[in-house]
T-cell receptor, first 108, second 113 residues
Framework: GQSLEQPSEVTAVEGAIVQINCTYQ??????LSWYQQHDGGAPTFLSY????GLEETGRFSSFLSRSDSYGYLLLQELQMKDSASYFC?????????FGTGTKLQVIP | EAQVTQNPRYLITVTGKKLTVTCSQN?????MSWYRQDPGLGLRQIYY???????DKGDVPEGYKVSRKEKRNFPLILESPSPNQTSLYFC????????????FGQGTRLTVV
């Protein structure tokens, strides 16, 4: 089975950097994806790590360490519009499990 | 435009009245799935399909049915809805079976009274 843990809430200041962690316990792990969901909206894909290390996509970066069963999403130069929930999801499985999500609140 | 389309967006129904939520994707994706989202519980998978005529249970399949007669469509059927199925539902599709990038529909907010 799959088990994922994320912090439930994070608050950060506009313009700052925030890191959202995801720890997992899975077997047959392939990679880790991240999604963003604004209140009332649908999840949208942000980033994917198929290999260990850092993947950068504009202001967003994602990191994976298989040896530590750990990944994180890094958001730089935070903007108010980044206030949303963020989910991690391991990939490569027929059945999909999402983390319970981290609600990020960006304050002025 | 690549998209996943769900209908309806909002639905209020009564206990026991059969309903179907439609889902269609135009990306020729093999993998499709249904999720429900409830406060504090995140996204939980109901059913998934790896291709036409291939479906299987997710984590919370009780009370739901699905079918995959065509590659693009994956309807969710509630034969006898109950109030505990009041939730926000999402359909999603992805290319291949690795699920590295899922595309989600706009969501269906269902209320069963």
């Amino acid at each position: 089975g799959q088990s994922l843990e994320q912090p439930s809430e994070v608050t950060a200041v506009e313009g700052a950097i925030v890191q959202i962690n995801c720890t997992y316990q899975t077997s047959g792990f392939y990679g880790l994806s991240w999604y963003q969901q604004h209140d009332g909206g649908a999840p949208t894909f942000l980033s994917y790590n198929g290999l260990d290390g850092l993947e950068e996509t504009g202001r967003f970066s994602s990191f994976l360490s298989r040896s530590d069963s750990y990944g994180y999403l890094l958001l730089q130069e935070l903007q108010m519009k980044d206030s949303a929930s963020y989910f991690c999801a391991p990939t490569g499985y027929q059945k999909v499990t999402f983390g319970t999500g981290t609600k990020l609140q960006v304050i002025p | 435009e690549a998209q996943v389309t769900q209908n309806p967006r909002y639905l209020i129904t009564v206990t026991g009245k059969k309903l179907t939520v439609t889902c269609s994707q135009n990306m020729n994706h093999e993998y499709m799935s249904w999720y429900r989202q409830d406060p504090g519980l995140g996204l939980r998978q109901i059913y998934y399909s790896m291709n036409v005529e291939v479906t299987d249970k997710g984590d919370v399949p009780e009370g739901y049915k699905v079918s995959r007669k065509e590659k693009r469509n994956f309807p969710l059927i509630l034969e006898s809805p109950s109030p505990n199925q009041t939730s926000l539902y999402f359909c999603a599709s992805s290319y291949g079976l690795m699920n590295t990038e899922a595309f989600f529909g706009q969501g269906t907010r269902l209320t069963v009274v």
